[in-house]
């Protein structure tokens, strides 16, 4: 939301016209009543994992204890990056410091790329008034709202998956100003081509080409994963076990009804499966701590 917010203020204060902020504000609407209405559906939550502007209360909504403990964990995970959140963080995270809990457990490149953004941001003021004066402005409310969403991720998700955008122009923008009259046209051509023979190599090479290139007429047959069967209130349940050296359950072609855990609450909707499931009644505290999220 508070993305959206601050691009509209962007685009409105570039003179954007208002039959555009119409077609912008139509389209968004559109493209989120699917997401919301997916949202609802299946946990009874429009905005799902979170409960705000919860204002229906469906007899198939995911309980909030749960809804809650997930947050927590998508939060933690965030924040304790390439490494296992600690237990004790879940009941106080007081402790958490984001040079040794975060910054040192990044990737080197991820390091690398937050340091540039910091050490470029006093810099990229003079450097775009003496580069481009006439866009001076644009330039620097594109870097407010930039840094702004930067200071915003670093405190709810700080994974680096969800700003590269943000970080990339805070970082890269500036320096690459700063060599544009060093490049020739030529030295981009010649980049270009050295890139387009790696990705030819790869994609021709790698071993996750080969094994594609097995399957370019007929598709490879969906697996079957190992499970077993258990029975929740006289209902049959079937849960996967690891394949492919993956870290987590995944029931890819298991018989339904696939769960991946013991879920004594578990009951269908309706007389049939396809009618979906529900909770049958709130979850004790023991349970929702140590589900498996």
Known sequence: GLVSFLALVYFILSGLKKRQLLFLFTTFIIAFSAFGYKNFVQTGYVFYPYTILNLAKPYWQVPLAMVNRINQYILLSNHYINQTVPQDAYNNNSGFSYIHNWYHYLTRPDQFIILLSLICLPFSVIIYRKTYPEYFKKLILLTIICYVMLAAWLVASPDT???????????????????VSIF????YYTGFAILTVAIAWYSTE????????????????????????IEIHNLVYHIPDTVYHNWNLRCYNTPLPCIYQFNPYLEPIGKSYSSGFKMREQPDSAFVLNYYY
């Open 161 to 179: 998956r969800f700003a590269f955008g943000f970080l990339l122009f805070t970082s890269l923008f500036p320096v690459s100003i700063l060599f």
């Open 206 to 229: 790698s071993w996750a080409a080969k094994s594609a290139t097995a399957h370019l007429v007929h598709p490879p047959s969906l697996l079957v994963p190992p499970f077993k069967t």
């Open 184 to 187: 020739k046209q030529w030295m």
